[in-house]
């Protein structure tokens, strides 16, 4: 079985760019989560994805975008990026009937 | 509105030594899960269990337990012996279902263990 994998695994970028961060759910899983944790916090929710819709969303700006394709893979879109978007980004699957995550290793951002 | 406190920021104990990891829940829901997850330097969160509300009776993994009360609104986690292979930052978390799988986390604790 495999599990979530997301990639890049590291970035950096500039003030203002825009980033793609990409997340491969668990075979089987077909809602897809996303977290922000910043350096000595705990995870914060940014969305959710269920049948390719957002299902749910956190106190994010909507400069935090994202989409879910019919293989239940996943995007995670930034615009406009800030110093404090400086991350791990965590993806995290889950079968919808249990609603127990699973989540990857994360992609770490680094904006300067 | 749903809020976990993990008040430890960090805890350091020698090899062998037993460790409690407390975290205290907020919620005015009746049906809620908690959770505790390691994140080991690698950054993937790993899951180490999930408790419902309803069901009160503490559990035991190897060296792991949780100690469940919700009288105290607490769910804490003992590491017995613990081994160097445990240092890592544990998380608590807090999940409501509302269609929504979204889980409210600690801030965590770091757990160094010293040989």
């Known amino acids: 079985e495999t599990g979530v994998t997301q990639s890049p695994t590291h970035l950096i970028k500039t003030r203002g760019q825009q980033v793609t961060l990409r997340c491969s759910s668990q075979?089987?899983?077909?809602?897809v989560s996303w977290y922000q944790q910043a350096l000595g916090q705990g995870p914060q929710f940014i969305f959710q994805?269920?049948?390719?819709?957002?299902?749910g969303r956190g106190n994010f700006p909507p400069r935090f975008s994202g989409l879910q394709f019919p293989n239940y893979s996943s995007e995670l879109n930034v615009n406009a990026l800030e110093l404090d978007d400086s991350a791990l980004y965590l993806c995290a699957s889950s079968p919808v009937e249990s609603g127990e995550l699973f989540f990857g290793e994360g992609s770490r951002l680094t904006v300067l | 509105a749903q809020k976990v406190t993990q008040a430890q920021t960090e805890i350091s104990v020698v090899e062998k030594e037993d460790v409690t990891l407390d975290c205290v829940y907020e919620?005015?829901?009746?049906?809620?899960?908690l959770f505790w997850y390691k994140q080991p330097p690698s950054g993937e969160l790993v899951f180490l269990i999930r408790r419902n509300s309803f069901d009160e009776q503490n559990e035991i993994s190897g060296r792991y337990s949780w100690n469940f009360q919700k009288s105290t609104s607490s769910f804490n986690f003992t590491i017995t012996a613990s081994q160097v292979v445990d240092s890592a930052v544990y998380f608590c978390a807090l999940s409501v279902p509302s269609g929504t799988y979204k889980y409210i986390f600690g801030t965590g604790t770091r757990l160094k263990v010293l040989a």
């Open positions: 075979s089987g899983h077909n809602t």
């Open positions: 994805y269920y049948r390719e819709e957002e299902n």
């Open positions: 919620t005015r829901d009746t049906t809620y899960y």
